[in-house]
Structure formats: C-alpha cells, structure tokens
C-alpha cells in the first residue's frame, strides 16, 4: 500500500536555514511580509527575497503559489520555494501551498518554515495528498523523497493537529491505490481480500459469496458478473463507534473491477479507464478505514457490490428480464447500464439488514454526468433536502466539488419497459437522471438517501491541486466531515 510521507515538525531554529541540504520553504504574508527565517534567508542571500517581495512578479502571485529561486547564493539548499501566503490564510490556500511544494520537491529534502501560520496543519495535510505516487509497476528510477520537516512556533499543537488528518490522509491513499490498481490485479477477490484485511483495524467484515447473493435474491446483481471468471461478491463492513444498538449510517459503493460494456461492448478506443469503475467502493472502502483509524464515535456500516462486467457465452444478453432482490422485475437492454444493476440490489440489502439512519451511495456510473458537470463536480441526487444540504456543505468545507440534480417522478416514464417492471436505460436525453431514478426504486421513503454520480471526479487524466492524474480519492473528505459533524455525538 502507498502511505503517506512522514512529516516532522520542530520549533523555528534560525541557525539551520544556512546550512539546510534540499529546499526551504518561506512564507511571505500580506503585503511582501517577511516573517524571521524570512528575514534571515533575505540577510544570507544579500537582499533576494526583499527584493522579490517588492516586485511585480510576487504582486501578481495568488494565495497559496509559490515561485523558486534556483542555487541561491549564501544558502547551501538547492532552492528556496517562496509562498506567498498570509499567517491567517485559509484552509483551502494553506492546503493548496502544501500541494504546490510537494510537486515542486522532487526527491529533495524540505524545510518548511510554517512560523505562525494558523492553518499549519492544513498545509502539512495538501503537501501529504500531493506527494501521492502510484508507480508500483514502475521498474526504474524510484529513488525515495526526502525528508519533510515544518518548523513552527507551537510544534507539538501542530504536531497533534496533523496526526487527526493521518487516518484521512491513510483513507484517501488507500482509495486511490484501488482505484489506480490495473483490473488484472484488483479482481473481485482481491478487492475482497484487501477488504477483509482491514479486520486488523477493527472494522467487523463479512464476504457475501455467490451462493449467499442467489439465495438472498441477489438476481440483478448476478446478472452483471456472470459473464466473468470471476465470481461476484457484497461486501459488508461495519463500524460501530457510536452507541450500542443505534441506527447505522449506511454507505454504498459500486464495484465494477472492470467495465467492457458486456454484449453491449464498449468501444476500444479509452475502455482501459474502465478499471476505475470500482471508484464507488474505493471510496466506501477509504472512509471505512479512515473511521477505523481514528477510532470514529459513529455506527457506519459500508457496503460495496463487487462484480466484473464481460461479454461470454454465459453473459447476459440484451433483452433479458431479471428479477431483483426487492421483488422489482428489470428488462436489461443495455448491458452497459449495469452499475445501477448492481447498486439496487445492495441498497435494498442494506436496508432490510440494517434499518440504517441515511443512506448514501457512490457510483461511477454515467458518461452523461461528465458530459454534464466535467471533472470539477460530481452529480448530487437525494430525496431529502436535509442531508442533502448537510453533505453539500461537507463537500464545500473540504473543497471537493458537488452539484445537486433534480429528480422527479416525470423522469419515470423514461424507463417504463414494455415487457417488465422497469429497463435500464432510458435513452441519451437526462441520462443521469434517468439512472439516479432507477436507483430510488430500490430506495424506501422513509430512507434519507444521497446518490453521488463521481464517474467525472474519481479519476482525472490532467493533475489537480490536491492530486497527481489519475485516482483523486474525491469523496472520503467530505464523507469524513459529513460523519464527525452530523453522525458522531
Ligand atoms: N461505468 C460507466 C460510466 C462511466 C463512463 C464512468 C465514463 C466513467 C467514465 C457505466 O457503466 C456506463 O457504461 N454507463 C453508460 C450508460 C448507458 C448505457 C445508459 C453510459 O454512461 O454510457
Ligand atoms: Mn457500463
Ligand atoms: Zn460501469
């Protein structure tokens, strides 16, 4: 697994700037001011950083960037990265300055000079997200990063500070190495097996294997994965810091270890990205460990449908009618449309199992919610105005886009089948919608639900503040404040 860089915290010591090895770090507030290691840095370097901080170029700097100066003369580092950033700076731009020095340090050692920064913390938290590497299969050239040390004026505080973001940060890595895992790898079972592993922690896991889906009804679902060597799988894992017997919070995550489109192929051209169509459970799978590992006060209980969709003899065809755990009868006339397949029928077992409090689900699940908000937002669809706009502001705290769509029974009519109950697809126009409309079938009323469409977020081809391409981990943050302000007492 990929683990987060280790970062050391100590008290601003003014003698060490000359002689540090790698890169220093300085903070340069509101109107070019230089804190002391500032002061002594621009003293060493005969007037350097004076001089940038009265230039054009800092003036036209935002909060939270950074420039370098390449072998300063008088220093022995390789390079000083100037922030600018005020001690009162936000948590977004502390976290953002973090990120930026973390792609800028290569496999150089750091000194970061934090002095009073009151969002310490935070910076120390972005430069861990972004130090992110997935080069598992990469065979050359993986020399170790550096050491990372923050000096600041209250260590130890800050030192506790970031500890409470090592469980999250561990959770997000976790989603990510998921996620990014090629689908040879990462089957069912071993996504099955790495799940089981968190028993370690504390998290109480069980495997549903096929035989147990086939008798609890599980037919949707199967349908999905019986085209493949690899069998389907529920899997169920609880947490329960909260108190004895209360409700659960339920989460849900789609599973598809990989994604051809079954008889309905998809395309070659770009089918390998359908390894990340697992995202859903990545992220179910990286909340749960990070409320393990920070001992979470709350009842959650994550769920994740884990299935393979390939064409074969034995696939499911185009016009097929399946029966669904909740009794609801489905004629499949895409079998590409199979997250929702498999989502149904985990939802409707979490709520006949678990009574759960809310519910909410994660799903890569239509192209036309990337077509419709892109990579900055994942589509929000709920039933209940309340946590709904708790999770909206959970996300926003956290600076991870989401969006609310509309639901509405006039979408129905969409995905009346002719022969079933219901089919699932509903053709091009609203197809996010029309796919969150199949889901709240399987969705009591009395359920507070939110149905998260991450298929545009969970995965990026170009580098984003907090993340290098590829898997971003979006989600386990927002989840995680969603459980500590609204779940735990
Ligand atoms: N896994 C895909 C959705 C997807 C597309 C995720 C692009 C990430 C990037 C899903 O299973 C799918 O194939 N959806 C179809 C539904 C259609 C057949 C109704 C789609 O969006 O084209
Ligand atoms: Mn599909
Ligand atoms: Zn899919």
Redesign the pocket.
Known sequence: MTTPPEITFSETDLDAIATAPGRIAVLIGAEGKLDAVGRRVNKLTRGALARFADSEGFEKMKSGEIRSLAFPSGLAAEAVDLIRLDRRASVDDARKAGAALAKAQGKADVLIAAGTLLNAADLAFGFALRAYEFDLYKTKDKPARGAVRVMASKPEDLAAASAAYAALAEGIFFTRDLVNEPANVLTTDDFAARLAAMQELGLEVEILEEADLEKLGMRMLLSVGQGSASPSKVVVMQWNGGEKGAAPLALVGKG?VF?T?GISIKPAAGME??TM?MGGAGVVAGVMRTLALRKAKANVVGLVGLVENMPSGTATRPGDVVKSMRGVTVEII?T????RLVLGDVLWYAQERFKPSGMINLA?????I?IGLGHENAGVFSNDDAICDSFLSAAKAEGEGAWRMPMSPAYDKLIESRIADIKN?GGRPA?SITAAMFLKRFVKDETPWIHLDI?GVAHVKSDITLAPKGATGWGVMALNRLIADKFEG
């Open positions: 598809v994604d489109g990205d359908m169509d895409n590409d449309a199979e997250g890569t699940l239509t192209g036309a990337v697809t197809g298929a």
